[in-house]
């Protein structure tokens, strides 16, 4: 069964860190283009950051460049996102999905992925 368990979420102060994790089960996560979302309450679900298959280059919304780092473990099956300096506005349920295709102009569109984890809550508050 192709799935994905996003973890690492949870309560932190604003100007911390957590580092949220996206494991694959049923497939290679290398083959295919990960990406990070997130819907805050109320809000629309907005793209984070993804990592390309093969050669893994990486991409960032404005919001969260300098402060969030994408990577991968191909030996873990996973993906990761170390986040740092935290604010409330990163408050939201943060969800990893693989995508076949996406470049720099479609990474962060919601339509391009297919297969999509449960969610992790992260919550920055004081």
């Known amino acids: 069964q192709v799935q994905l368990v996003e973890s690492g979420g949870g309560l932190v102060q604003p100007g911390g860190s957590l580092r949220l994790s996206c494991a694959a089960s049923g497939f290679t996560l290398d083959y295919y283009n990960i990406g990070w979302f997130r819907q805050a309450p109320g809000k629309e679900r907005e793209g984070v950051s993804c990592?390309?298959?093969?050669?893994?280059?990486?991409y960032y919304a404005a919001s969260v460049k300098g402060r969030f780092t994408i990577s991968r473990d191909n030996a873990k099956n996973t993906v990761y996102l170390q986040m740092i300096g935290l604010k409330p506005d990163d408050t939201a349920v943060y969800y990893c999905?693989?995508?076949?295709?996406?470049?720099?102009?479609?990474?962060?569109?919601?339509?391009?992925?297919?297969?999509w984890g449960q969610g992790t809550q992260v919550t920055v508050s004081s």
């Open positions: 999905a693989t995508a076949a295709f996406v470049g720099g102009s479609s990474w962060y569109l919601l339509h391009m992925y297919d297969v």
């Open positions: 990592i390309t298959s093969g050669d893994g280059s990486t």
